[in-house]
């Protein structure tokens, strides 16, 4: 079992960037893909970005590619978020989660077995 506790969020103007991260408390962090989700208002949780265990191997949402990324220190047990030319709807709380088994491109919610309990990201216009 691995706990999951987000950090970094915030209010940003749009264009800024924020850096949210995600720390890991439990057993063997680098086991598990992670990945990164998020949710807005009345919307329901998206995927965002997922990266494997050993940090090598990336995917990302159409909506983001390009804008953010994903990454990990297995040192650390850390997992983060970079995320740039930040837009109004990028406005959401940002979650991490962890899937402990199988292939790492995982984009479904049911696909992970651990969450964070979430960062909020305002992006004011």
């Known amino acids: 079992q691995v706990q999951l506790v987000e950090s970094g969020g915030g209010l940003v103007q749009a264009g800024g960037s924020v850096r949210l991260s995600c720390a890991a408390s439990?057993?063997?962090?680098?086991?598990?893909?992670m990945g990164w989700f998020r949710q807005a208002p009345g919307k329901e949780r998206e995927f965002v970005a997922v990266?494997?265990?050993?940090?090598?191997?990336?995917y990302y949402a159409d909506s983001v590619k390009g804008r953010f990324t994903i990454s990990r220190d297995n040192a650390k047990n850390t997992l983060y978020l970079q995320v740039n030319s930040l837009k109004p709807e990028d406005t959401a709380v940002y979650y991490c989660?962890?899937?402990?088994?199988?292939?790492?491109?995982?984009?479904?919610?049911?696909?992970?077995?651990?969450w964070g309990q979430g960062t909020q990201v305002t992006v004011s216009s």
């Open positions: 439990g057993r063997s962090f680098s086991s598990y893909a």
């Open positions: 989660a962890a899937a402990p088994i199988g292939g790492w491109h995982r984009t479904q919610s049911y696909e992970y077995a651990y």
């Open positions: 990266i494997n265990w050993t940090g090598d191997s990336t």
